[in-house]
């Protein structure tokens, strides 16, 4: 894999950071993400990866773009109301830059996909937002043994940690065994 | 001085919304005790019926988890901090109501 | 803001592991507190009784999530089960049997940062995180007429208005939600 003219016009701040260079840059091209969720941390979750040339992100979310989101879901703005979040951030993704690969998964997690879903990508990006998806990934990503990188907010805090079994670290259910019941989960 | 027990956003509407609360013991269990003493409606949220901390909360005494060390029986000191950490599943903040 | 703040950082952790630099948050989970304006770290440890990762695993394959997140609270009040159709009125039929109740009490149970941002003439604010019959200085003798903003918690309200002896409850089905969409469309929806 090569970066093209433009690619290294783009990239060139990068290409003369000895962190990444022209080695790690075509290590962020060859590298592919799956985010779940395309709210409010996959917004400046995908805009990032995108901009810095992960060359290929995976969006999963089902919701669409509500007019309440728009003050903190900044990869949508207010004609994307109504359309799917996946579409919306995918269109901003490749607005910043059109050299990557976005795909969309215009789905819900569940048992009978995920599995499928995550072979397919190097690392998970967890953004999602209620406790069943949370355990559901921590799994799988432990069954495919791929990185979680995991970021949880509530009003004005957030949690972010990385699950990986793989390097010896822990998983999700380490930190925490089970899940709050459903009458004292803060909504 | 004694030991400060820093609350999470999704308690405190039981602690009068205070950030974080000084109590005194000489173990996580008293100085805990002493905060569900003077605020009764936190003792459902932070234990189970068996006096066990719920398993969706974890408890760490100066950032680590006190499940290993000696749990609730872990010895505290003044100038001690505990942080209560409960699990949170947000992915954008919303307030989803009712 | 918050989620931008933490969006980011979790697009530094996932760079980093692509780069394979720097100190990987693995291990350690990093705790944001946006008023306080401080980032702490506590120590994340593998568990060695862990049900999926830990010695003797017992989860070895996909669950039925579900499930494993409706959890009961041990030891906690549940709600009595009532026929909560019998207590619901939809937002017209909730208006029409005020108007004609002289005893009716129009009662909110929503937190007071909801009320600030709209409310139905007439309404007194009792918000459900504090509210006891007992000491709610309510009535038995009045028809007590309940909304919340989709209708949930003020039927948990209504069930405890049940239970220490209000015969004359209703519930606005949908909340002041769908009160703003089919009654008041001059009310703001949040
Ligand atoms: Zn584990």
């Known amino acids: 894999m090569k970066l093209n003219n433009e690619e290294i016009n783009r990239y060139s701040r990068h290409l003369t950071l000895p962190e990444v260079g022209m080695a790690g840059q075509l290590e962020l091209k060859e590298s592919s993400v799956l985010m779940i969720g395309a709210g409010g941390l996959g917004s400046p979750l995908g805009m990032y990866l995108g901009a810095v040339g992960v060359g290929k992100i995976g969006l999963v979310d089902f919701d669409v773009v509500d007019h ?5 879901q900044i990869a949508h703005t207010t004609s994307d109301e109504g359309r799917p979040k996946v579409e919306s951030l995918r269109d901003t993704i490749l607005a910043g830059n059109p050299n990557i690969e976005v795909e969309i998964h215009n789905i819900r ?3 009978d996909n995920v599995l499928e879903l995550f072979k397919q990508y190097d690392i998970i990006a967890d953004g999602s937002d209620n406790f069943e998806t949370r355990y559901l990934i921590n799994d799988a990503a432990y069954f495919s043994k791929k990185p979680l990188v995991s970021a949880a907010i509530f009003r004005f805090q957030g949690q972010i940690t990385i699950f990986s079994p793989e390097a010896g670290g822990p998983c999700y259910r380490c930190l925490y065994s089970e899940p709050p019941p459903a009458s004292l989960v803060p909504n | 001085m004694g030991v400060v027990i820093e609350i999470p956003s999704a308690l405190k509407q039981y602690v009068n919304d205070q950030d974080e609360v000084e109590v005194s013991g000489s173990s996580v269990e008293e100085a805990i005790g002493a905060l569900v ?3 009764t409606e936190l003792k459902v949220n932070l234990f189970d019926e068996n006096g066990k901390i719920r398993s969706f909360i974890n408890v760490y005494l100066n950032d680590d988890d006190i499940r290993y060390a000696d749990g609730l029986k872990s010895e505290v000191q003044d100038g001690d901090s505990i942080q209560i950490v409960p699990s949170v599943a947000g992915g954008c903040s919303t307030v989803k109501n009712s | 803001m918050l989620p931008g703040v933490v969006g980011l950082i979790q697009a530094t952790e996932v760079i980093k592991l692509i780069l394979d630099r720097g ?4 291990g350690r989970l990093l705790l944001y507190d946006a008023m306080k304006m401080n980032f702490k770290e506590v120590r994340v440890r593998k568990d060695p009784e862990c049900v999926l990762c830990g ?3 017992s989860v070895t394959e996909l669950i039925d999530y579900e499930a494993f997140c409706d959890v009961p609270l041990p030891g906690a009040e549940v709600p009595e089960e009532i026929d909560e159709a019998a207590y619901e009125l939809s937002p017209q039929e909730f208006k029409a049997a ?7 009490v129009l009662v909110d149970v929503r937190e007071s940062f909801e009320w600030d941002i709209c409310k139905i003439d007439g309404a007194q604010l009792l918000p459900l995180s504090s509210f006891e019959p007992a000491t709610s200085g309510l009535n038995q003798e009045d028809s007590i007429y309940l909304y919340c903003y ?4 003020s039927m948990l309200a209504l069930k405890e208005l049940k239970k220490a002896g209000f015969k004359k409850l209703k519930n606005l089905s949908g909340g002041i939600d769908l009160w703003a969409e089919e009654v008041d469309s001059d009310m703001p929806q949040y």
């Open chain 1, 68 to 72: 309440t989101n728009l003050h903190r």
């Open chain 3, 23 to 26: 100190a990987p948050l693995i």
């Open chain 1, 109 to 111: 997690l569940a048992r």
């Open chain 3, 98 to 104: 005020m108007d004609q109740d002289p005893s009716a």
């Open chain 3, 150 to 153: 989709k209708g949930k918690r």
């Open chain 2, 37 to 39: 003493a003077e605020y």
């Open chain 3, 55 to 57: 010695d003797n695993p």
